[in-house]
């Protein structure tokens, strides 16, 4: 070997030293040239190559003495000579000076950071104090053929190779010992914790580079995996009975005096017990990090989810090692983007789990977990065991942690969309929070989920009575005209659709907000504002001063014609001129500025959106409800005629509103009264008549009424004179009208509006159904 040695000249010259793009590390460049010499010494043939060595410096940290670390780094590696000392020591205090590329001091950078599990170290216990040579892996691999002893040294020597990137290359075409290692892994991982877990850590190695989990993939290493955590935890439930057993034994008979053997059993047991579990977390966690780095393919996560991973990852939550909880919480997340993987964390309830971690002294860990729960809270299921777990004021502790700020805030967001949820919040700290960063805000653009959630929460009367409390209100009017923030104004319109004490604070600001219903401005603005205005059904407000002051009428007309603006806005427009009609000065300026014919117009073209019809037949009532426009309503407008179209719609209010305001007009006009009652006749007969026929259909029901209880109310008039063969003519009716010279029936309110349900009567909110808020209409005379 001496006499051929002399033939081979082997030469490494070192290039550029550089720091490492994203880690705590330099970049050490440089070229290897092989060259085989003449018997004489002369060139015969000769290769280059060029490599790359990765130098990690991870205790650098602000303290660190550059200097020393430098030296030592000079010291340790043979590739850089000690002219370049300098060069090391200066590239080290760039490192140190370096921000972190996760840490960039703003919030929205910090929501966006990527947290990984931490890297792997050294396994405990399987420290060798021989250094393992790229040169020897076919000795390493012969000591897999002996026993366990020597299985566990001669894959730790592996194992040391494996850690350096730069020798996976060569792993990999050593067939050899990558078959040697799985076979050994597949026998004997049952009989050896440390075997198994060493094994596991070099093909880890692999599995960290996209280009070799096919090899990883070819040996089966993953499918091991799997069965390898399963067993693990069956194992540890084994375990803890066991410690379960012993330790209620020591309970039992802690009185008696020879107690002493079965506490040194107990102890000896407790101990044990915790050797094995420090070591089955080792194997647990290269296992499951080995799972995650396969996972990046879709359909090797598919095939995980087949057996079951959810459920073992969810198990594993019960640990209490920070590091294995880190990697576990990071996989679940991974996995819960997928609708399949969120309704199997479901089914084996991963909130309940989850709800420990939050908060937790792990900053990482914290991170992860709201990450995941931000992820599951999008399901409406999930978001209930949120708050049936007690996480609500949880969450709200956390609005006022810098780093966990934005994606508590997100959490919270989304469990404000659930109306069952809103008034938990006024029970926490919260609302006030919320208020104190709208306070802070500068006068840029919030931040959208703060004032989404603000929106949300703004929906509940008490959390609305909070947000007003001191100058709550004041402040919110003088940052959303000062901003024109047409979002903020949403939170205040929401705000002012309740009743009660927050109601009579907006009267300040009746001004200000008339003020921005101008043509010039945007209109998501001018809505928010108007369905402000709309929304203030107060009694002594003086409606017509403010419409004349403002010239709004010109605005409104305009804005009823169809196709004007966004349906929203027109929409709006309606609801406003319901509530300004309130008053009957105000009413009956509108009446004569020619609204009520715009009104019509537009029932024509949305005849089909109840939204549209509830709130114009809204406006007819109110103009009907006062003596100065009745009478422009009744003689001037078709608009009765259409009422009675409308008496029998399908939406049950506006069949409601239709009936009050016919009630209305037939009391004071007796040809229209005739008509309507006419037309209810009609109506009323022909459900009869229908009825009849469907019962002579029946041929095993000879009589109509076998029983009094079975008798339909559809035909029966109030005084129960009505006969059952439906021969009355409408004229009968009149004969009902009020006798002695009376020119109209006295009416009480309660008569006119408690005629179908019990809910207070009112400005219907939508076509749908009354909104628990609604002021009660004047009396008329």
Not at 164 to 190: C, M, Q, S, T, Y
């Amino acid at each position: 070997m001496q006499d051929d040695a002399r033939y081979l000249k082997r030469k490494v010259t070192v290039g550029s030293l550089d720091v490492h793009p994203t880690e705590k590390a330099l970049l050490v460049h440089y070229e290897v040239e092989a060259s085989i010499l003449g018997e004489g010494g002369g060139h015969m043939l000769g290769e280059r190559k060029e490599g790359q060595k990765i130098i990690r410096v991870k205790s650098l940290s602000p303290s660190t003495d550059v200097g020393a670390l430098a030296k030592k780094v000079v010291e340790e590696c043979k590739l850089i000579p000690p002219s370049r000392l300098p060069q090391v020591e200066q590239l080290l205090y760039y490192l140190q000076i370096r921000k972190s590329p996760t840490v960039e001091g703003k919030m929205e950078k910090k929501v966006k950071r990527n947290v990984k599990p931490r890297e792997l170290t050294p396994l405990e216990g399987v420290e060798l104090n021989e250094e393992a040579s790229i040169t020897s892996v076919d000795e390493y691999v012969e000591l897999l053929y002996d026993d366990i002893p020597e299985k566990i040294r001669g894959s730790a020597l592996i194992l040391q190779l494996a850690r350096n990137p730069d020798n996976l290359e060569e792993l990999l075409h050593n067939e050899a010992a990558l078959g040697a290692l799985a076979r050994v892994l597949r026998e004997d991982w049952k009989q050896s914790v440390e075997l198994a877990t060493i094994i596991i850590y070099i093909f880890f190695c692999f599995s960290s580079f996209t280009q070799f989990h096919g090899v990883v993939s070819h040996y089966k290493i993953g499918a091991l995996c799997m069965n390898v955590v399963e067993h693990e935890l069956k194992r540890h439930n084994v375990w803890r009975e066991e410690l379960r057993k012993k330790s209620k034994a020591y309970i039992l008979s802690s009185s008696a005096p020879d107690n002493g053997s079965l506490r040194r059993d107990q102890d000896k047991a407790t101990k044990k017990y915790q050797g094995l579990l420090a070591k089955q977390e080792q194997l647990l966690r290269v296992s499951l990090y080995l799972l995650l780095n396969l996972a990046e393919d879709t359909r090797t996560e598919l095939k995980m989810r087949n057996k079951n991973i959810v459920g073992l990852l969810v198990k594993v939550l019960e640990r209490d090692d920070e590091e294995l909880l880190v990697l576990v919480v990071s996989f679940l997340k991974k996995l819960s983007i997928f609708l399949e993987n969120k309704n199997d964390m479901a089914e084996v309830n991963i909130v309940e789990q989850l709800a420990h971690l939050v908060p937790c002294d792990h900053e990482d860990l914290l991170n992860l977990t709201l990450r995941l729960l931000l992820n599951l809270s999008f399901d409406t299921g999930l978001r209930v065991k949120m708050v049936e777990v007690g996480l609500l004021p949880k969450l709200t502790v956390l609005l006022g942690d810098e780093n966990n700020h934005q994606i508590a805030l997100r959490i919270l967001y989304h469990i404000s969309i659930d109306d069952r949820f809103k008034g938990m919040f006024a029970c926490t700290d919260c609302i006030r929070q919320l208020m104190q960063q709208l306070y802070e805000h500068s006068e840029d653009e919030i931040e959208t989920e703060l004032i989404s959630i603000c929106i949300n929460l703004a929906a509940n009367k008490r959390n609305a009575q909070l947000m007003c409390e001191g100058n709550g209100l004041k402040m919110l009017m003088k940052k959303a005209l000062k901003m024109k923030d047409y979002l903020l104004m949403k939170m205040i319109r929401n705000i002012s659709q309740h009743d009660g004490p927050t109601k009579p604070l907006f009267i300040d600001y009746v001004g200000d907000l008339a003020a921005e219903i101008r043509v010039e401005e945007e209109e998501e603005w001018v809505l928010e504002c108007l369905g402000t205005l709309a929304n203030l059904t107060i009694p002594d407000l003086d409606w017509e001063l403010v419409v004349k002051e403002y010239n709004l009428v010109p605005f409104l007309k305009d804005r009823l014609k169809p196709g004007s603006a966004e349906d929203d806005l027109i929409l709006e427009v309606v609801i406003m001129i319901g509530t300004v009609s309130m008053d009957d000065a105000c009413a009956a300026m509108l009446a004569k500025s020619g609204i009520i014919p715009a009104l019509i117009e537009l029932l024509n073209a949305q005849q089909e959106d109840d939204e549209f019809v509830c709130q114009i037949v809204y406006v007819f009532y109110q103009m009907v409800f006062h003596q100065a426009t009745r009478d422009v309503i009744i003689k001037d407008t078709q608009a009765p005629a259409y009422l009675i179209d409308l008496m029998h719609d399908k939406n049950a209010e506006i069949r409601k509103v239709c009936d009050n305001t016919l009630d209305i007009i037939a009391e004071y006009d007796e040809e229209w009264g005739r008509k309507i009652q006419s037309e209810k006749f009609r109506f009323h007969n022909n459900q009869w008549l229908e009825m009849v026929e469907s019962r002579q259909a029946d041929e095993s029901e000879p009589y109509f009424y076998d029983n009094d209880n079975d008798r339909t109310d559809l035909f029966y008039s109030a005084d129960g004179i009505t006969p059952v063969d439906g021969s009355v003519s409408p004229e009968f009716f009149s004969d009902l009208q009020p006798q002695n010279g009376d020119s109209h029936l006295t009416l009480d309110r309660n008569d006119v509006f408690d005629q179908t349900s019990s809910s207070p009567p009112g400005r219907p909110a939508t076509a749908y159904g009354f909104r628990p808020d609604e002021h009660p209409f004047h009396h008329f005379s």
